[in-house]
């Protein structure tokens, strides 16, 4: 049973920056496709970026292209979501969740990956 635990979330001013962090246990960390989303009040669960296996094959949603960054470090079982020139509309609770490479088909879709983390509260304020 793979555990994932995210870090790094807060409040941050509009145009400030934030770092994620998602702790993976459990499992062979390099065996999976590791994901970010995103879930606002009243709101879906939200794609927001993912990363292949050797960090050599990134997506993003259009809302946080180029501001946006994941990356993974596959020693430290660990996955980060580096975020630039935050927006209003990036606060969310932001979870990390992870989907076996052999299995998985759509990255965006969050019915495709396997485990979850708890989440972390990222709040914007203007």
């Known amino acids: 049973q793979v555990q994932l635990v995210e870090s790094g979330g807060g409040l941050v001013q509009v145009g400030g920056s934030l770092r994620l962090s998602c702790a993976a246990s459990?499992?062979?960390?390099?065996?999976?496709?590791m994901g970010w989303f995103r879930q606002a009040p009243g709101k879906e669960r939200e794609f927001v970026a993912a990363?292949?296996?050797?960090?050599?094959?990134?997506h993003y949603a259009d809302s946080v292209k180029g501001r946006f960054t994941i990356s993974r470090d596959n020693p430290q079982n660990t996955v980060y979501l580096q975020m630039n020139s935050l927006k209003p509309e990036d606060t969310a609770v932001y979870s990390c969740?992870?989907?076996?490479?052999?299995?998985?088909?759509?990255?965006?879709?969050?019915?495709?990956?396997?485990?979850w983390g708890q989440g972390t509260q990222v709040t914007v304020s203007s």
């Open positions: 969740a992870a989907a076996l490479t052999y299995r998985i088909r759509t990255w965006w879709e969050p019915n495709e990956y396997d485990y």
């Open positions: 459990g499992g062979a960390f390099s065996d999976f496709v």
């Open positions: 990363i292949n296996w050797n960090g050599g094959r990134t």
